[in-house]
């Protein structure tokens, strides 16, 4: 298999916690961890560079109630995207794929930090760079943290990888029959219309300001970020 297989040379996976957990009681689903892993080797076979964000939502989303300072929970949810990052890690690396954690609030006994020029050594080193910790500030989320790593390392598209969800609708598909699958949407649109609800504005915003194509496919079957990389007809393309 060459080279010219591939649309993408690299790439900025955004996988929720969400989609790490789907079908298990615990915050971890190791069948779905593995498929994706697997994917991701096969992607790395035909040349793919790959940087990972990883979410934190499987362990921590919210607050306790209104009485929690969000600054907090928000921390919380940062270090749970570590959590994530390392069973990830840990997982690629039975595969024998060459993984790096780097985290945006230090924790140097586990991962290295994240400094943008050592992330480019690994990457043109063809290790896989997993971004845990999310851009390290609170209110922001993990979509922003992946558009702001996939400029830095100039990848070529976000893959921003949903679970119960295979692409941007009209209107929710779950609630109406005549939905409609849009294969290409302006960042303008996510910005205007928050139904289509996609990622959050502030991502999406810096998205459209940076020109980074984002490509929301869907996770379910991690076989996408196969046909992703191979520029096949799935999912939703948001660009200028
Ligand atoms: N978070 C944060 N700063 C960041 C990234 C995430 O404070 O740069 C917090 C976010 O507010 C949330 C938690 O970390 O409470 C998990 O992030 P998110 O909900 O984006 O995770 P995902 O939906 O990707 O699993």
Redesign the pocket.
């Given at each position: 298999m060459g080279e010219q297989q591939i649309k993408y040379k690299r790439v900025l996976l955004?996988?929720?916690?969400?989609?790490l957990s789907k079908g298990v009681n615990g915050i971890l689903n190791y069948d779905i961890l593995k498929n994706i892993s697997q994917k991701i080797k096969i992607c790395i076979g035909i040349g793919v560079s790959f940087g990972i964000?990883?979410?934190?939502?499987?362990i921590?989303?919210?607050s306790f109630g209104k009485s929690m300072d969000p600054v907090r929970?928000?921390?919380?949810?940062?270090i749970?995207?570590v959590i994530?990052a390392l069973a990830l890690q840990d997982i690629l690396e039975s595969d024998g794929i060459d993984t790096r954690v780097m985290t945006?609030i230090e924790m140097n006994q586990v991962a290295e930090p994240y400094i943008r020029n050592k992330a480019l050594s690994h990457l043109n080193k063809g290790r896989v760079c997993i971004f845990a910790?999310?851009?390290?500030?609170?209110?922001?989320?993990?979509?922003?943290?992946a558009v702001l790593r996939a400029a830095e390392i100039r990848a070529d598209v976000v893959l921003l990888a949903k679970n119960n969800a295979d692409a941007v609708y009209d209107k929710d598909p779950n609630k109406f029959l005549d939905a409609h699958k849009l294969t290409d949407v302006k960042y303008q649109n996510i910005l205007i219309d928050k139904n289509l609800g996609v990622m959050d504005t502030t991502a999406a915003s810096f998205s459209m300001n940076n020109d980074i194509p984002i490509w929301i496919i869907g996770i379910d079957d991690p076989e996408n970020i196969v046909k992703a990389v191979k520029g096949e007809n799935i999912g939703t393309l948001i660009q200028s």
């Open positions: 955004k996988l929720s916690g969400e989609a964000v990883v979410g934190g939502g499987n921590w989303r919210g929970s928000d921390h919380m949810g940062m749970a995207t994530n945006a910790g999310g851009i390290g500030s609170p209110y922001f989320t993990n979509d922003t943290a």
